[in-house]
């Protein structure tokens, strides 16, 4: 029978839903592609490190969001402690940094490559445990910071094989700023936050309806978070709203867009004023990697500068997470569509 993950199960012997096996060609798959970004991660730099699967919640909790919380695995040990399935590998870094690592020359270039686990519901391209390869570049707060991992993901996907793809890049501070201007409650910041990190626009429209502030402002607001494209959607946004804070988050995008033209790859990359990330530990810039041939993200990740501080070791960092399922996935769509197009021209 099949499995609504997509799997193929026989007698009586099924496995949880949202998990799957590898068999031997798909196995080997994986390690191959595995080996490619180790290739490319340690090739910059990186060194890779491991933490354990299980983690405390006290431990993960420490900044994150409602959605993610509620997708958590807990368990109970057997003295009475609250223990997690890793829903990602950020946050268990971050500790392994601030306890383990914090007596190590700054900055710190670490990758990984591991299973994390979120429930949510099974379906192509999304699993309840699924493998990710990433880095975290750690005590380096300038703008190169934000380039290199950025042109790291470029090159990660590249060295994959993938043909067609690009990166989005934003700046979650464009949005703190616009909301701090207009002194939004806190309560109604993350609902708005929320929409246009889903690109809800029916959530967004009622939002922007109900309440009065948001309401005399959507213009600028439908505006600003609808721009997207290369470095001129920048000088358009300058003129939208003038804050300092506000400024200054353009500035520190056009200069990691500049650093991405010296590092030779700004023609993957669009910016996007309008692209937030779910987690709440995001700080500054942020970016996505999408495909055709997928409808989801293939990878993501941004700077979360106050993380750190969170396990009592203040100290800027960045990095990004790609999910090895959906990549093996865009890959076989991919090899699917250059074959078809090959038998279309014989």
């Known amino acids: 029978m099949n499995s609504n993950n997509g799997s193929v199960y026989t007698g009586m012997w099924p496995i949880p839903s949202g998990m799957r096996d590898l068999l031997p060609e798909e196995a080997r798959q994986r390690r191959e592609l595995e080996n490619r970004l180790v290739d490319v991660f340690t090739g910059w730099g990186y060194q890779e490190v491991a933490t354990p699967t299980l983690e405390f919640y006290d431990t993960l909790a420490v900044e994150m969001d409602a959605e993610l919380d509620s997708q958590l695995y807990r368990f109970f040990d057997r003295d009475g402690r609250l223990l997690v399935l890793r829903p990602d590998m950020t946050t268990p870094i971050a500790r392994l940094v601030a306890t383990r690592l914090r007596h190590f020359s700054l900055p710190l270039r670490l990758f990984y490559i591991a299973n994390v686990f979120r429930y949510e519901s099974p379906q192509a391209g999304r699993l309840r445990e699924f493998a990710q390869a990433g880095v975290e570049l750690v005590g380096w707060g300038e703008a190169q910071a934000d380039a290199e991992v950025i042109a790291l993901a470029v090159k990660a996907l590249s060295q994959a094989g993938l043909r067609d793809f690009q990166i989005s890049v934003g700046q979650i501070q464009l949005f703190n700023a616009f909301m701090e201007e207009l002194r939004i409650p806190e309560a109604r910041v993350r609902a708005v936050k929320s929409a246009v990190a889903r690109k809800d626009l029916v959530a967004l429209e009622h939002l922007l309806q109900e309440d009065p502030i948001l309401n005399s402002h959507k213009e600028e607001i439908r505006e ?68 055709a041939d997928l409808g989801f993200t293939i ?40 074959k078809a197009k090959e038998g279309k021209e014989l």
């Open 299 to 338: 990878c993501g990740g941004g700077r979360y500068d106050n993380l750190l501080g969170k396990f009592g070791y203040p100290c800027p960092a960045t990095g990004f997470a790609l999910g090895l399922d959906r990549l093996l996935l865009a890959l076989s769509y991919q090899e699917e569509r250059l």
């Open 224 to 291: 600003v978070f609808d721009l997207r494209g290369g470095i001129e959607v920048l000088a358009k946004a300058r003129h939208l709203l003038k804050s300092s804070c506000f400024q200054q988050a353009l500035s520190r995008l056009e200069e990691v867009y500049e650093h991405l033209v010296k590092l030779e790859v700004a023609e993957m990359v669009c910016l996007d004023l309008g692209l937030l990330r779910g987690f709440e530990y995001y700080t500054g810039i942020v970016f996505e990697g999408y495909t």
